[in-house]
């Protein structure tokens, strides 16, 4: 899930086939809604049971369907620990 800038008070799901919904509720309150998200960066919140890899060297998650998501450098080493 990522913020939508243009509207703070909404947030963007990506699908596993590449697709978007917007979602009238911001990351703060899906985080609380949906345990088993993650906040990977400010603007992201992550499933890691849909992450495929990790690329420390650009501090990105890449998840099953190739998409890419930022994380930040604080919190890479917990994903890592968390995808072991």
Same mark, same amino acid.
């Given at each position: ?11 963007? #799901? $990506? ?8 979602? &009238?509720? !911001?990351?703060?309150? =899906?985080? %609380?809604? +949906?345990?088993? #998200? $993650? ?8 499933? &890691?049971? !849909?992450?495929?890899? =990790?690329? %420390?060297? +650009? ?26």
């Amino acid at each position: 899930m990522e913020s939508q800038c243009s509207n703070t008070h909404a947030a963007v #799901l $990506w699908l596993v086939d590449k697709q978007t919904i917007q979602v &009238p509720k !911001n990351l703060h309150v =899906l985080e %609380k809604e +949906n345990p088993r #998200l $993650w906040r990977s960066h400010q603007s992201y919140l992550l499933n &890691p049971g !849909n992450v495929y890899m =990790l690329d %420390k060297l +650009n501090a990105t998650a890449t998840f099953v369907n190739g998409l890419k998501c930022p994380v930040s450098r604080q919190k890479f080493k917990i994903l890592a620990e968390r995808f072991a």
